[in-house]
């Protein structure tokens, strides 16, 4: 990582453990070891006075172990952190499970099983780093944590102290330009179901488009003038059924965003059968998997990253303080969102 970007990441690091509150001093962090934005995660909470922050790392298509950890101890020095609470390790089986606090349900880390929750003491928690609704299948032994009363909180990404959610329209606007697709004064169909749908709408609009929500029930009509632009910011079905709620089917939802006449398709979120729609230019070119957000977040840059990964695991602090009978400010205690009866979608902002 380049001098100045740490920089610049730390000074976005060091106003969010200001905004959001986090003070993980006499805690035990275990998270993941990344590189570029994301290695905002375990420097924060070495920033923010972590005990013992373990962050466990694995070779993959972003980086190599080592070179996440160069990022990770080039922001921990740009923070003004002690390197010495960083541990980075290759292999789950050497974080002192039984010490650690909270657990962030990052990449690298994920799944987060029932032998892993089984290992975790009392008064430890788990922070989602994204909106509780937002949780797939898959992810976390919801039921082994539920079973161990480990509780799971999301963070309210429209929340002032954390503002990440309003990025996601960015994301959208990103994309588009990536493609060299025009957004200015052109027609732009969005398919949501969530509170993905209002920031879009309003990003696309600030960029000069004409944006306009579609439905997702009734008949499929063609459009008329068509659009030239799309973007999906769908619930996925396994995402839905977790949440009780009627999945969109993926092969229905191509054939709306065929019947608008466009293009190209931003699939922001959501999961669509492209084949269905052959005349339809899809971006990202790889689809996502299942359930996984299309665009990541970094792709609106550092900030918004920043922004959510802090806001995370602060709200899994104050999510576990007031778990545990402590005091937590008002302001601070309404980052948190607890898995458990929290609402999903549209109506959870209103």
Not at 80 to 94: E, I, K, N, S, T
Not at 259 to 274: F, K, M, S
Request: aromatic share 4%.
């Amino acid at each position: 990582m380049q001098p100045r970007l740490a920089a610049a990441l730390a000074r976005s690091i060091s106003r969010q453990i200001a905004s959001c509150g986090l003070d993980l001093r006499g805690l035990c962090v275990a998270t993941e070891c990344a590189n570029g934005a994301y290695a905002s995660t375990a420097a924060a909470a070495v920033a923010a006075g972590a005990d013992a922050v373990y962050a466990f790392g694995r070779d993959n298509r972003y980086a190599k172990v080592a070179e996440a950890e160069t990022d990770v101890r080039a922001l921990i020095s740009a923070l003004g952190g002690d390197g010495a609470r960083l541990h980075v390790v290759v292999d789950r089986a050497d974080i002192p499970w039984s010490s650690v606090d909270l657990v962030t349900n990052s990449g690298n880390l994920r799944p987060l099983d029932g032998d892993l929750i089984a290992a975790l003491p009392a008064g430890a928690a788990i922070a989602l780093m994204f909106e509780a609704w937002e949780l797939r299948d898959g992810d976390i032994d919801v039921g082994a944590a539920f079973a161990r009363g480990v509780p799971i909180f999301g963070v309210d990404e429209h929340h002032p102290a954390c503002a990440s959610f309003e990025l996601v329209g960015a994301l959208a606007v990103s994309e588009a330009m990536r493609q060299r697709w025009s957004v200015a004064h052109g027609r732009v169909a969005v398919f949501s179901d969530n509170a993905f749908r209002d920031p879009v709408l309003r990003a696309l609009r600030a960029a000069g488009a004409e944006a306009a929500a579609l439905p997702l029930e009734g008949p499929v009509v063609s459009a008329d003038p068509p659009f030239d632009l799309c973007v999906v910011a769908t619930t996925p079905p396994r995402v839905a059924a977790a949440h009780g709620l009627a999945p969109i089917d993926p092969a229905e939802l191509a054939r709306r965003v065929a019947a608008t006449g466009c293009h190209g398709c931003i699939q922001l979120w959501g999961d669509v059968e492209r084949t269905a729609a052959p005349e339809v230019t899809f971006a990202p070119a790889t689809p996502p998997a299942p359930g996984h957000q299309g665009v990541p977040m970094n792709a609106a840059g550092h900030e918004a990253t920043v922004r959510l990964q802090v806001g995370g695991l602060a709200a899994a602090l104050h999510g576990r303080r007031l778990a545990l009978g402590e005091a937590v400010a008002a302001d601070l205690a309404a980052l948190v969102q607890p898995v458990r009866g929290v609402a999903i979608g549209q109506e959870q902002h209103a």
